[in-house]
């Protein structure tokens, strides 16, 4: 079965840092678009940052406190976060964009909570 399973969410205070993982199963998302995107309570999904052959790729909001990588040998994505703020709190989700022989294909995982409160 073919999934991108996410971890590293949780509760942490405003300033702090916290390190989300994407990793990847069933198959190799090397050569995939990696992307990150988030949903706070009411408000529609929106793009977080992403990482693609072009370069890497932010929302003005995260733009010098978030990083986006991936580590093609461990098949998996990373999303540190620096200098939180309450308004990053959101359910995080990672995605993953290719091209196959039979066509495009997106994996999304199952998403994590982000939680910045004092």
């Known amino acids: 079965q073919v999934q991108l399973v996410q971890s590293g969410g949780g509760l942490v205070q405003p300033g702090g840092s916290l390190r989300l993982s994407c990793a990847g199963s069933g198959r190799s998302f090397r050569g995939y678009d990696m992307a990150w995107y988030r949903q706070a309570p009411g408000k529609d999904r929106e793009f977080v940052a992403a990482?693609?052959?072009?370069?890497?790729y932010y929302a003005d909001s995260v733009k010098g406190r978030f990083t986006i990588s991936r580590d093609n040998g461990e098949n998996t994505a990373y999303l540190q976060m620096n200098s939180l703020k309450p308004e990053d709190t959101a359910i995080y989700y990672c995605?993953?964009?290719?091209?196959?022989?039979?066509?495009?294909?997106?994996?999304w995982g199952q998403g994590t909570q982000v939680t910045v409160s004092s």
């Open positions: 995605k993953a964009d290719g091209v196959e022989a039979y066509g495009e294909i997106t994996f």
């Open positions: 990482i693609k052959r072009s370069g890497t």
